[in-house]
């Protein structure tokens, strides 16, 4: 059943008017009056919908059930992640999405090859909540992951945390491994803290330690920044349920 995200208040037995853009995804999909669609808005669940007045650039459907389906991890993940170079922060946040995570925070650390403006870091954020938006679509999640504007890494990791979960930096100076560590902790919300291009350098490292965060290794080889959050996410769903 084709899914679609919908940022609507949604009701049973209401009938929406679609967003353009939606209504072309229809046309795309070459769907018809009377065919059956799936909607979520994020709020939780999803909708079973019947399509209603289908026509070249505009489509509106009724809300004929609602299921409280949920597919979310037992624990939530903030990825805090260094701004990598070209369109990698994209593949990142499509893949995080498919992973569970619930929260994104971009991070301008030392190395970082990408400088956003604050003209471009608004398109960005535009484009990311795209992606986010269309992962869920793809995943089956019902819940969009929270997207943070990007921040200064140094200003970031010296600031208390909301809450009192752990701030793991993944470090090839750490002796304990992640998995390891896992298996020893009960499931628990966690904030992954990934470096750029080159890593975090010494002084962002020792910055995060004296402000509390847990030093964890991926073990002996060295993995993209690109890679290392999802491998992340995937240890502690081996370890916590999840997968």
């Excluded at 967003?19 to 018809?32: E, F, G, K, S």
């Excluded at 966690?190 to 964890?216: K, M, N, Q, W, Y």
């Amino acid at each position: 059943m084709p899914r679609f995200y919908l940022p609507l208040p949604l009701t049973v037995g209401q009938r929406v008017t679609l967003p353009d853009t939606l209504a072309h995804h229809i046309q795309v999909l070459r769907l018809t009056e009377g065919d059956t669609i799936s909607l979520f808005n994020g709020a939780g669940g999803q909708y079973t919908a019947t399509l209603r007045e289908v026509a070249r650039r505009s489509a509106s459907a009724d809300i004929d059930d609602h299921q409280a389906v949920e597919i979310e991890l037992p624990f939530a993940v903030t990825l805090a992640q260094a701004l990598p170079e070209a369109s990698k922060m994209d593949w990142i946040i499509e893949k995080a999405m498919e992973l569970g995570v619930s929260a994104i925070e971009p991070l301008a650390a030392q190395r970082c090859v990408v400088r956003l403006s604050a003209e471009r870091a608004e398109k960005k954020l535009t484009h990311w909540q795209a992606i986010i938006a269309s992962a869920a679509e793809q995943c089956g999640r019902n819940r969009l992951a929270t997207l943070a504007p990007p921040q200064d890494y140094k200003q970031w990791i010296a600031r208390a945390p909301e809450t009192a979960q752990p701030r793991i930096i993944l470090s090839p100076r750490a002796t304990t491994s992640l998995a390891g560590w896992a298996r020893a902790q009960p499931p628990q919300a966690v904030t992954l803290v990934i470096g750029p291009e080159g890593g975090l350098s010494d002084v962002e490292e020792d910055l995060a330690l004296r402000h509390g965060a847990l030093a964890l290794s991926m073990g002996p080889r060295v993995l993209r920044t690109e890679t290392a959050a999802l491998a992340a996410v995937a240890v502690l769903s081996a370890a916590w349920g999840g997968m």
